[in-house]
């Protein structure tokens, strides 16, 4: 019972943790056009064929639910709204990640038999190689940094949740008996997860079906010769594998009938992205590559055949992972966005979980093994901090959160100081850009009305305010951080 409750307040404090990181230390911003669209306008949570993003349901009904709760319930409190959106966006995130924690710890608990203070160390350590991974110098990537706001929530969220489903099912024996076990309560929750965890991005949902196809693909293996029974006993015990496969590729089917895939109809180029993938594999910590060196070296020594605990699962994560990485060079070969770690997400989650899990089971059996772990440990996350602990914000157009939150407030505060006077227009002077500036996706003409429909939408302002740009070449300093 004490174990318990200090696992308990290990997760709050982890959870407590993540909202000050993602909120004070390396806050979550809404900067960009797009960040402020998808605030502002909601979606049925169904997927829409012919639609835009036909399948992005989690991304396009979440995102703007967020900002309703940042503006009626977080707004009224701390007086600020970017910031409310920022503190929202913050807690969202870092439940996620805890759910996902605790789902590898109960993992650990279940299928590895680790003692709880075990579990919950190892939890720990799982987590710490998120920020590990990419760790190469000050202000560096890491696993929940994404390109901009919306992305945080149209990839890296995708993919958490995607991550939580796989543990979910990793934790039992045998999850597609234990799932018709399960009350009303416990099926409506996962197969709600993994309703969004479909529904959410064609990058992560694989992260999902990849293990489901390397559970089938292990019970094949694993089947007795019964050739009476053994169709009928493969289908009973992965049916429900082998019913979210059938519905990923009705999703597939939707997602090829939106407009946004109309815009990557490109030639297919399988070099380009085995090039950005090889980028990205550079990018990798050298601590990090040490740990997988270690994993894998342990996989060869150890035998898989005399590992006592959790061997299917290993085996099923390296099957899933390498199933994630061809299919998203192949999808990448059209799209091209290998290189980014958070359109990558799904590889690295598999590579952490199976180093995570090999060193800690390898730690548990051997002599001294807490005084080991807790060594272990304390270097990870020495290594995650060093040299100062600054990691990389989720804004790629603009890395200096200062500007980008003087620039959303200077917006959001003009056009609420301008409908507090009464007034139906506002002129907003603007720093001068280049006309082809790519980055450039705030200062523009039709940014303020963008802005302005995502206030009244979540309550901020009453009427809508229509917002004149005006350039102003003088405000390249304060704005831009170049004169």
Known sequence: MKNKIN??????????FLVIFFSCITPLIAYNCDDWIYLGKIRLPIPLWGGWNPTRVFFETVMPIMGRVAGYIIYPIVGDFVFSITLGSAILLSFLIAVMCISMYNLLINRFKFGEV???????????LFFLIFRTRSESNYMFCAEDLCCVYNYTMPGVINAIVVLTIA???????AFKRFDLVRKGAFLFVLYFALLSNIFHSIITVSYCMALILHEIVSEKKDKENSIKRLYKNTSIYFWIIVSWIIVLFFEKSGGRAGTFQHKFNLVQSVTQFKAILFALSKPFLVLVAVTFAGLIWRNMRKMKEGRSVVICFVVAMFGVLIYLLLLNSLIGYMSRVDASWGIWFYLISICSLMISNTIANIKHSRLIMAIMLFTVMLCCYYPDGRYMISSSRNRDYELCYKTSKYYVDSIIEARLE?????????????????????????????????????????ERVTVQEKVD???????LGVR
């Open 171 to 177: 934790r039992y024996e045998g999850f597609a008996n």
């Open 422 to 462: 009464g007034k139906e227009i506002v002129e907003i002077a603007i720093p001068e850009v280049e006309v082809n500036d790519e980055k450039n996706l705030t200062y523009y003409y039709g940014f303020g009305d963008i802005v302005s429909n995502t206030l009244y939408f979540n309550g901020i302002i009453d």
């Open 118 to 128: 075990q579990a919950l160390e190892s939890e720990i350590f799982f987590l710490a």
């Open 7 to 16: 696992a308990i307040i290990s997760n709050i404090i982890i959870f407590g």
């Open 473 to 479: 070449s003088s405000l390249n300093e304060e704005f």
